[in-house]
């Protein structure tokens, strides 16, 4: 059975990175040859800004809880993360994690 909720999900992601890449990112094209590390850094807020949305809808709309234990990122150390849990969407749980330590810029 077709859940609704998925495909709301799926939608919302979609039509977020159709419509930020045209009216978010695409006003800031000409900068890149003026001056590409400006171009970088706002390209980078940005798309940092849209990795917020799915974690916003995992957790809003399918109520996940995301717990995270052991040590606490140290910047500019080298660190392993072990993800205990079967599935293909390890990367949205990443971003959950990495949103909580405020690495997403």
Known sequence: ?????????????????????????????????????WYRWINNRLVATWLTLPVALLETMFGVKVIITGDAFVPGERSVIIMNHRTRMDWMFLWNCLMRYSYLR
């Open 1 to 37: 059975m077709v859940s609704w909720k998925g495909i709301y999900f799926i939608l919302t992601l979609f039509w977020g990175s159709f419509f930020g890449s045209i009216f978010m990112l695409s006003p800031f094209l000409p900068l890149m040859f003026v001056n590409p590390s």
